[in-house]
Every structure is written in structure tokens, then in C-alpha cells.
């Protein structure tokens, strides 16, 4: 069974920064997508990030490029969430998710962690 462990996300106020982790349990797949949806009370589900662990390709949607980097580990089994210049409006539930390919549609990802709550206060 595949898990999606995230640790990281908190509080903080507009201009800080945060850092969230996913390490991925019992993913024997070399090549795959890990990243991060993320979804605010009210709101659809957004895309925030992903990479291809294969080759390190980097997805980011159009609100957070620029202000957020994803990185990976060296066994691409732990993937990084950097957040920086934090607004009001990135408050919500992140989630990890993975999958044997990257895509935009959060429909598409088989594997989904618990969420981890980012709070930005103005």
C-alpha cells in the first residue's frame, strides 16, 4: 500500500514563509508524480505543485509561480513544498498526492495524504 506522509504547514503571517514535506511510503515506482493540491473552505480544489521525480520536471499553477518551489530528495521518495511570500488567499488544506504521471486535474492522482492546514494571516 502506497502512503503519503505530510509534515510542515502552520501559521504565519503575509510576507512569511513555510515548508512542507510528503515522504512517500511503499511507492516502489522509480519514475513518478508527487506534488501538492491544495483547497480552501468554499473553493474548488486548486493545483499547486508537482514534480516528475523521473527527470525533476517542476508543474506550478498560476498562483503560486514564483512564490513557491517543489523539490525532491535524492530517492525521489520525499518531496519539499517551499513557500514563500505567503499571502491571505494561500490559506487552505494542502494535500499530497502522487501518481504514475503528472496532471493538472487532481482527478487523475490515485494517491492522496491527510492534508496539512497553511494558515496566512494578513
Known amino acids: 500500500n502506497v502512503y503519503l506522509a505530510e509534515s510542515g504547514g502552520g501559521s504565519v503571517r503575509a510576507g512569511g514563509s513555510l515548508r512542507l514535506s510528503c515522504a512517500a511510503a511503499?511507492?516502489?515506482?522509480?519514475?513518478?508524480?508527487l506534488g501538492w493540491f491544495r483547497q480552501a473552505p468554499g473553493k474548488v480544489r486548486e493545483t499547486v505543485a508537482q514534480?516528475?521525480?523521473?527527470?525533476?520536471?517542476?508543474y506550478y499553477g498560476d498562483s503560486v509561480r514564483g512564490r513557491f518551489t517543489i523539490s525532491q530528495d535524492s530517492t525521489g521518495n520525499t518531496v519539499y513544498l517551499q513557500m514563500d511570500l505567503l499571502k491571505p488567499e494561500d490559506t487552505a488544506m494542502y494535500y499530497c498526492?502522487?501518481?504514475?504521471?503528472?496532471?493538472?486535474?487532481?482527478?487523475?492522482?490515485?494517491?492522496w495524504g491527510q492534508g496539512a492546514q497553511v494558515t496566512v494571516d494578513s
Open positions: 498526492v502522487g501518481n504514475d504521471w503528472c496532471s493538472t486535474d487532481p482527478n487523475n492522482y490515485r494517491y
Open positions: 511503499g511507492y516502489t515506482l522509480m519514475r513518478k508524480c
Open positions: 514534480i516528475y521525480t523521473g527527470d525533476g520536471t517542476q
